[in-house]
């Protein structure tokens, strides 16, 4: 079993910017970032692998948001800067091993708790 905790949501207003972490206690293939707006269903943001650090972003946060990694740390990163409105969300980090299907939730065995993001306008 893997172990997933995410810090560093809250409260921002629109144009500003927030970084999200998530320590896990062991490395899979990849670590992904997952969010769900309320009444919404829960979708990609983005994911990187462990080894190489190879990302994937969803195109609506794409040039805005950036996914990164401290191997020696187990610990992943979303630096979300523009923040909209509609980012408003809960935020989950979670760990496969799948190699591959990066962007279905389906992939990934482990999830954290979630943080709340809420973007104000």
């Known amino acids: 079993q893997v172990q997933l905790v995410e810090s560093g949501g809250g409260l921002v207003q629109a144009g500003g910017s927030l970084r999200l972490s998530c320590t896990a206690s062991g490395r899979t293939y990849a670590v992904g970032w997952f969010r769900r707006a309320p009444g919404k269903e829960r979708d990609f943001v983005a994911a990187?692998?462990?080894?190489?650090?190879?990302?994937h972003y969803a195109d609506n946060v794409k040039g805005r948001f950036t996914i990164s990694r401290d191997n020696s740390k187990n610990t992943v990163f979303l630096q979300m800067n523009s923040l909209k409105h509609e980012d408003t969300a809960v935020y989950y980090c979670a760990a496969t091993y799948v190699n591959g299907a990066l962007r279905a939730p389906s992939a990934y065995a482990y999830w954290g708790q979630g943080t709340q993001v809420t973007v104000s306008s």
């Open positions: 990187i692998t462990w080894n190489v650090g190879y990302v």
